[in-house]
């Protein structure tokens, strides 16, 4: 099993900035992509921000220029930096894990429980 542990989440005032951590322990295997996703009352998951191994990215066009994600493959660690935060940013932030494991070598998700972000007018 992989665990994920969230943390940096808080309440913020507009403009404001967070740092979130997500740190992947357990029995690891090879993590192929690491990620964000939020999910607000009442709407959908969405995606934020990915990173594979090799440090490619993708972010969604909302939070472009205003989040950078960036990773610690050997302490299989990822971050979101979050710059000009915004009230409708607030959610639920949700880290995520792609991993192949042992013995299968398939890729599977893992989810952390989930870290509130709040960002006041």
């Known amino acids: 099993q992989v665990q994920l542990v969230e943390s940096g989440g808080g309440l913020v005032q507009a403009g404001g900035s967070l740092r979130l951590s997500c740190a992947a322990s357990?029995?690891?295997?090879?993590?192929?992509?690491m990620g964000w996703y939020r999910q607000a009352p009442g709407k959908q998951r969405e995606l934020v921000a990915t990173?594979?191994?090799?440090?490619?990215?993708d972010y969604a066009d909302s939070v472009k220029g205003r989040f950078a994600i960036s990773r610690d493959n050997a302490r299989n660690t990822v971050y979101l930096q979050m710059n000009g935060l915004k009230p409708e940013d607030t959610a639920v932030y949700y880290c995520n894990a792609k991993v192949t494991l042992s013995p299968s070598w398939r890729m599977d998700d893992f989810w952390g429980q989930g870290t509130q972000v709040t960002v006041s007018s």
């Open positions: 990173i594979t191994r090799t440090g490619s990215t």
């Open positions: 357990g029995s690891i295997g090879v993590i192929n992509a």
